[in-house]
């Protein structure tokens, strides 16, 4: 039972463009969302969060749009640099505490390539 | 510099084999977890430790086993148990309060001769 999908394995974007990635989740009990960026042989490094009594959350050329009536946040990116070229999770954390505070579930993962 | 650090950076295992990943931060962080990357999936969370000497499993406990004896170590043990052990393992820190920020190690990949 996936509850974080991101359908689309893979984005091309021309540099300098918008990049726009997509996730979806169906579990209403997750309130806080975040997006990681994650190159080859490395490990996954924090880009942006947002929490659910927000709809927007900026830094710099990323902004998470999240609408929780439709269960789905994105995260975009203007302008796209090559650069910003990897492989980009959503991850959201539910409501509660005890053992399961701190769990964090994971999207399947976009491949972003940004071209020169 | 502070960090996590894993190791090794590649690992091969024989049938019937137990493995051991490392896993050490030097950030002082109180929880420490373990995912595993398999290709087209999202990250998969294998066990969990809220503070030294506690552990929870995660979603895929199955054919794996932790310690956490100090706050800078987490190890994983790969057991034979697990039948398809092949791929990248990360483990992750996050201090108490920083509201889900985990910090990631560069990951072991794991694979079956």
């Known amino acids: 039972d996936q509850q974080v999908k991101q359908n689309s394995p893979s984005l091309s974007v021309q540099e300098g463009r918008i990049s726009i990635l997509n996730c979806d989740y169906t579990n209403s009990m997750f309130d806080y969302f975040l997006w990681y960026k994650k190159y080859p042989a490395e490990g996954p490094t924090f880009l942006i969060s947002?929490?659910?009594?927000?709809d927007k959350n900026e830094d710099g050329r990323f902004t998470v749009f999240l609408n929780k009536s439709a269960k789905h946040l994105s995260l975009h990116i203007v302008p796209s640099q090559p650069g910003d070229s990897a492989v980009y999770f959503c991850a959201a954390r539910a409501v509660g505490g005890g053992t399961s505070y701190g769990k964090l579930t994971f999207g399947q993962g976009t491949i972003l390539t940004v071209h020169p | 510099d502070g960090g996590i650090t894993q190791s090794p950076k590649y690992l091969f295992r024989k049938e019937g084999q137990n493995v051991t990943l490392s896993c050490e931060q030097n950030?002082?962080?109180?929880?420490m977890y373990w995912y595993r990357q398999d290709p087209g999936q999202g990250l998969r969370l294998i066990y969990y430790s809220q503070i030294v000497n506690d552990f929870q499993k995660g979603d895929i406990a199955e054919g794996y086993s932790v310690s956490r004896e100090k706050k800078e170590s987490f190890p994983l043990t790969v057991t034979s148990a697990q039948k398809n052990p092949t791929a990248f393992y990360l483990c992750a820190s996050r201090s108490q309060g920083s509201n889900e920020k985990l910090f990631f190690g560069s990951g072991t990949q794991l694979s079956v001769l």
């Open positions: 947002i929490s659910s009594i927000k």
């Open positions: 950030l002082n962080h109180d929880a």
